[in-house]
C-alpha cells in the first residue's frame, strides 16, 4: 500500500492551494476590504464563510464520495445532475473563470508596462493559454510542476506582499462605504461569491483525487484523507492571504479612494510601497496564481467533458483553450458584467448540494430530498440571478418581498421551508415503506 510522505502532502496542499488562487482571490479582497472600512472583520468573516469555507466543505464533501461532481448529483438522476455538471464546469471553465485568470494577469501585470490596448491583450493572451496548454498536457506531472516549483515562487512573492500590507500599510483603515453600513457580514459573504471558489472546488476535487491516484496512492480511504489534508493546506494558505488583502484595502483610501476597483487599489499600493519593483513583484504574483488555477480548470473540464463525450481529454482541453482564448480578448469588464448574475444563480445550487451530501446519512432516501430542495432552488436561484443582472421586470413581485431578496438571498428561506418538508416525508415515507415490508414477510 503507498503512502505520501510529509513532504508530498505537503506538495499536494501547496498544489491544491494554488489551483484556488486565482483572480478573483485576488482582486475582489481589497475592493471588499476598502469598501468595509472600519467593519472590516465582519466583512472579512463573511467573506472567509463562502471564500473559504464552503470550498473546504466542498472539498471534504467530493472526497467522501471518490472526487467525483457525478457521485454527489447521483440522487438528483442521470439528466438533471449531468445538466447542473455541465453549468458549473463551463462556468468555472471557458465561459468565465478561466478566461478571467488572464485577463485579470494581463491587466495587473502587464498593462502596467505595455498600456492596456488590444494588441499587447491579444499577445498575451497567446503566451498564457500556451503555456496553460503545455502544462496540462500532462495531468499527472500537475503536483511537481505545480505543487513544487510554480507554488513556492507564488508564496514567496505573496509573503512579501502581505507582509508590506499588514507591516507597512498606505494608511489608517478608513471609513465604511453605505453598502457595508447595514449588514457588512453578509455583504462579505456574498462578494465571496465572486472568488468562484466553491464552484472551481466542486472540479477541483476530480483534480487533486487524479493527482493522488498518480502518486501511487490506489486505496479509497487514503484518496479521501489525503485530500482533506490538501484541502486544509489550501484554506489556510487562503484565509492567511484574504485577511492580508482585506486589510491592505481597508488601510490604502488615503492613496487610492477613487479606485474603480481591486485591480487598481492593488496597482496602486504597490506603486506608493515599492516602486517600480512592486510592480513587477505584482507581474509574478498575479501572473503564477492565474497561471496555476488556468491549468487547473482546463485540466478538470478536460477530464470531466472526455469521460461525457467520445472526445479524446487533449481534443477537449486544445478546444477549450482556444475558447478562452477567444473569450479572454473581450476584456474584463464585460466578463465581470456577465458572470455575476451567473455566479448568483449558480452558488445557491452548489450550496445545497455540498450541505445536503454532507447530510447524507440523516436521510433515507437521498433522491427524495434532493430532488424537491435543488428544484426550488433553481427557481429562487434562477430569480435572483435575474434580478442581479438588472432584469427585475422578469421577476414576479412575490420573489422580490421575501426576506433577504434584496441581497440576492430570498432563495435560503423558501430552500429551509422545502428541506424541512422533504426530510418530514423522506422520514414518513421511509418508515411506511419499512413497515410494509416487515408487514409482508
Known sequence: MTRLKGLDLLALGFMTFALFLGAGNIIFPPSAGMAAGQSIWFAAAGFLLTGVGLP?????????????????????????????????YLAIGPLFATPRTAVVSFEMGVAPFTGNSDVPLFVYTVVFFAATLFLVLNPGQLVNRVGKFITPVLLAALLVLGGAAI?????????????????????????????MDTLGALVFGIVIAT??????????????????????????????????????????????????????????????TFGTTGSLLLAVVITLACLTTAVGLTTACGEFFSGLLPISYR??????????????????????????????????????????????????????????VMAVTLVFGI???????????????????LPLAAESMGWLVPVLVTLAVAVILDRLLGNAHAEKSSSAS
Open 56 to 88: 473546504l466543505l466542498t472539498v471534504v464533501a467530493l472526497a467522501r464520495v471518490g472526487g467525483g461532481m457525478d457521485r454527489l448529483t447521483a440522487p438528483l438522476g442521470r439528466v438533471a445532475g449531468t445538466a447542473l455538471a455541465v453549468a458549473v
Open 383 to 401: 430569480a435572483d440571478g435575474l434580478s442581479a443582472a438588472g432584469l427585475t421586470e422578469w421577476v414576479p413581485a412575490l420573489f422580490t418581498a
Open 315 to 372: 481534443t477537449v482541453v486544445m478546444v477549450f483553450t482556444l475558447f478562452s482564448l477567444a473569450v479572454a480578448n473581450q476584456g474584463l469588464t464585460q466578463l465581470i458584467s456577465v458572470s455575476v448574475p451567473v455566479l448568483v444563480g449558480l452558488y445557491p445550487l452548489a450550496i445545497m448540494l455540498v450541505a445536503l451530501s454532507l447530510l447524507d446519512r440523516f436521510w433515507v432516501s437521498p433522491s427524495r430530498v434532493f430532488v424537491p
Open 167 to 195: 507591516f507597512v500599510p498606505a494608511g489608517e483603515i478608513g471609513v465604511t462605504a453605505v453598502s457595508y453600513r447595514n449588514g457588512p457580514l453578509l455583504k462579505g459573504f456574498l462578494e465571496g461569491y465572486l472568488t
Open 211 to 272: 493527482a493522488i491516484r498518480d502518486r501511487g496512492v490506489s486505496e479509497p480511504a487514503l484518496v479521501t484523507r489525503y485530500s482533506m489534508i490538501a484541502g486544509a493546506i489550501a484554506a489556510a494558505g487562503l484565509s492567511l492571504v484574504y485577511l492580508a488583502l482585506f486589510y491592505l484595502g481597508a488601510t490604502s483610501q488615503g492613496i487610492a479612494g477613487d479606485a474603480q476597483n481591486g485591480v487598481q487599489i492593488l496597482t496602486t499600493y504597490v506603486q506608493h
